[in-house]
């Protein structure tokens, strides 16, 4: 199982989006400064956590997030996420 995961700064209020079989560790390299990308935006909140059956549709996933128009998905949908009022998958 994979999972496609949502961060968030919590000092700079940026967003990262990527995909991963252990989200938890990984959520742990990007505090800990082992992720060049997001080292210096550290430490981060994960905001959404989303399941995919195959490494395939969770890489197409985040590149879908990742474009224009998921960018504008995240944007509507964060407002819920923060309230907790979003399911998330």
């Known amino acids: ?5 949502i ?6 209020k940026k967003l990262y989006i990527g995909s991963s079989a252990s989200p938890d560790k990984r959520l742990a390299s990007h505090n800990a400064g082992r992720v060049v990308s997001t080292k ?6 994960r905001i959404f956590l989303e399941t995919h059956k195959d490494r395939i549709s969770a890489e197409k996933r985040e590149r879908y ?11 509507k949908n964060l407002e819920e996420w923060q309230s907790g009022r979003m399911r998330r998958s």
Do not use: A, D, Q, T
């Open 1 to 5: 199982m994979y999972f496609v995961y």
């Open 7 to 12: 961060l968030l700064s919590k000092r700079f």
């Open 40 to 45: 210096k935006y550290r430490p981060y909140e």
């Open 65 to 75: 997030l990742k474009s224009g128009w998921g960018r504008r998905w995240i944007k």
